[in-house]
C-alpha cells in the first residue's frame, strides 16, 4: 500500500487478556515508531526501531509493554495483562532512513484499544 | 527535561479571520520542531520542520515561524477544511522520537 497500515482498527478486549497490534510501515522506509494517543493527552512515544540497529525502548511505560520488528519491515506491539488505563490509540509512524525523527514521519490511522 | 506547551487548547474562528497557535518549548539543544495536522479519527499528517530561529515555512494559508523559545503558526482568511487539531513536537536529543504538545483544536465556521 501507499501508507502505513495498521490493524486492527478497533480492538475491544477484556481487562488482564493479552493483546497484538500490527504496524506494516511504507516499503523502503527504515526508520519505524509507537506512540500512544490518550483521550486529553499529547502523543505519547514508546518505541523506535532503525534498521538493525537496537531499538530505543525508552518509552515503554512497563514491562507488559513490548514491541518487535522482523525483516526490517512489519512491526507487533504487544501488550500484556491489559489494564483499564492501557485504553487508548496506538499510532505507528515510519520515515526515511538516516535522519530518525528528525525526518518526515509518516503515520497510519491507529488501532483504538479499548480495555473492559 | 524537555517539554512542549501549546496554547490556546481550543480556537473557534470565523472563515476569513486570521489567527495564529502558540508553541512553547524547552530543549537543552533544539534538533527541530515539527508542526502536524490531525483530523478525527486519522493518524497526524506532517506539515513544516523548522530547525534554527528566525526560520519561516509556508504553506497555502499556513506559515509557521521560530524563535528560541516558541514557534507560531499563522493562519492566513482559514476556510472550513482547515478546521483539524494543530501539533507542535521536539526532537528529542537521541533523535529517535518526538516529543509533543497536546494541541490546539481549531475550528472554522463559514
Known amino acids: 500500500g501507499a501508507g502505513v497500515s495498521q490493524s486492527p482498527s478497533n480492538k475491544v478486549t477484556e481487562k488482564g487478556k493479552d493483546v497484538e497490534l500490527r504496524c506494516d510501515p511504507i516499503s523502503g522506509h527504515t526508520a519505524l515508531y509507537w506512540y500512544r494517543q490518550s483521550l486529553g493527552q499529547g502523543l505519547e512515544f514508546l518505541i523506535y526501531f532503525q534498521g538493525n540497529s537496537a531499538p530505543d525502548k525508552s518509552g515503554l511505560p512497563s514491562d507488559r509493554f513490548s514491541a518487535e520488528r522482523t525483516g526490517g519491515s512489519v512491526s507487533t506491539l504487544t501488550i500484556q495483562r491489559t489494564q483499564q488505563e492501557d485504553s487508548a490509540v496506538y499510532l505507528c509512524?515510519?520515515?526515511?532512513?538516516?535522519?530518525?525523527?528528525?525526518?518526515?514521519?509518516?503515520f497510519g490511522q491507529g488501532t483504538r484499544l479499548t480495555v473492559v | 527535561e524537555d517539554q512542549v506547551t501549546q496554547s490556546p487548547e481550543a480556537l473557534r474562528l470565523q472563515e476569513g479571520e486570521s489567527s495564529s497557535l502558540n508553541c512553547s518549548y524547552t530543549v537543552s539543544g533544539l534538533r527541530g520542531l515539527f508542526w502536524y495536522r490531525q483530523d478525527p479519527g486519522k493518524g497526524p499528517e506532517f506539515l513544516f520542520t523548522l530547525y534554527s530561529a528566525g526560520e519561516e515555512k509556508e504553506k497555502e494559508r499556513l506559515k509557521a515561524t521560530l524563535t528560541k523559545k516558541e514557534s507560531f503558526l499563522h493562519i492566513t482568511a482559514p476556510k472550513p477544511e482547515d478546521s483539524a487539531t494543530y501539533l507542535c513536537?521536539?526532537?528529542?536529543?537521541?533523535?529517535?522520537?518526538?516529543?509533543f504538545g497536546k494541541g490546539t483544536t481549531l475550528s472554522v465556521s463559514s
Open positions: 509512524a515510519s520515515s526515511f532512513s538516516g535522519q530518525g525523527a528528525l525526518g518526515e514521519a509518516f
Open positions: 513536537a521536539v526532537a528529542n536529543q537521541a533523535g529517535t522520537a518526538l516529543i
